[in-house]
């Protein structure tokens, strides 16, 4: 095979879109102040750029509007953590000029194969910005993890702390940035995270569960009405926002009780971040999730 044929063949023109989507995403968050490691809160990005978010009751993933005014619409009805990677791929279609789109429902499988040239750099864009490489090798290391031999549920510590899914984290690892081989990949594939939790917690829950570990470095946790935190053990509440549950050999159980922002600490060290509660499928401007009364335009 020659050079040219190697360099027009699917593999490279995917890699080259993967990498567009990368030199994007650092662009966009030095624009935005942000450093190229830390976890970042794509709704606040997006308002660092001035394109307003919504959450809508809407049977799709998301979409963007490029005008009158650049808007992104996210369905309310899917997981957190899928919001996430929705507002920022349509955040990729913005900043790459890529006009008004609309993303239907999708599993994560698809995801991956047979993709639209845009749709690609748009994913490629979200899982740079949503987590940097720099921050997912730090995040290992801080926590005295190799990749290949992390478990789940280590794993899943480090999606909940980057804002992403368990399955979106181990794909962006192994078909993005190749920090984990194919047979790590596989073995994670097969355990959900049900499974997940159901270890952690010792019992079968349905409601969604963030662990924030020891090594969290997010200023903020986004949170709905009802769902579980599994928090470092010595954490101190305000009990009126965060219920607290049970302890469990890996830090303390809590249950969110209402909207509202507070700040959890562990006294005498540097542990803290922003808890920030929304009601459980809010309708409305995403800068206004938190807000016991949302005030829309």
Known sequence: MNARSMSTSPAAAQKSLVMKGMQMSMSVRTKARLDLKSPACIYGLCEALGVVVRFNDINMEGM??????????VSALRPLARRNFTCAHELGHHVFGHGSTIDELQDEQSKY??????????DAFASFVLMPTLGLREAFTRRGLDPNTASASDIYAVACNFGVGQATLVNHMAYGIDMITPVQRATLGRITPKMIRTELLSETVSEPLTVADQYWNSPTLDAEEGALLLLPTGVVVDTGILMPERDLAKGRLFRTLKPGITRVVIPGTPWATYVRVARRQYIGLARYRHLEDSTDE
């Open 113 to 122: 194969s047979n993709r639209p040239p845009n749709e690609v750099i748009a």
């Open 64 to 73: 963007y509007d490029q005008k009158p005014k650049p808007r992104i619409h």
